[in-house]
């Protein structure tokens, strides 16, 4: 559950500080994000990204709102029978760019492995 001043903290911004570990390092980036109910933040990327891979090795993520709060929490990698109709109308919105047009566009992205979708979970 995203703490409540973090979502308000949100508002209208673009996109959030992402920073993951590598070899007890952190590395930030700036990154979209989708906030799909107020409880749950999901990240899309190419699967061959460096954070993407630094994810598979270590899920521990912090998410800074720029000149705001910070959460911290583990990345979850979605599967596509994990999507659910609102989920996938709220990537598409957002990434329609990245070639996640259609439904079924994005479960064959996540399904080929080009791109992961994640959950951000924060105890």
């Known amino acids: ?12 911004q673009e996109e959030l ?7 007890g390092r952190e590395r930030s980036v700036r990154a979209w994000y989708v906030l799909e109910r107020p409880s749950s933040l999901y990240l899309f990327t190419q699967s061959f990204a460096l954070r993407a891979t630094r994810w598979r090795s ?7 709102v720029p000149g705001g709060p910070s959460v911290e929490g583990t990345v979850h990698l979605m599967t596509e029978d994990e999507l659910d109709e609102p989920l ?3 990537v598409i919105e957002r990434w329609w760019m990245w070639g996640a047009t ?8 996540l399904r080929d492995g080009s791109h992961i ?5 924060v105890p």
């Open 117 to 121: 979708l994640v959950r951000v979970d």
């Open 58 to 64: 270590d899920p521990w993520i912090r998410l800074r």
């Open 102 to 109: 259609t439904a079924e566009g994005l479960r064959r992205m």
């Open 88 to 90: 996938i109308a709220a």
């Open 17 to 23: 500080i992402v920073t993951s570990r590598e070899d």
């Open 1 to 12: 559950m995203l703490p409540a001043g973090f979502v308000e903290a949100l508002g209208a």
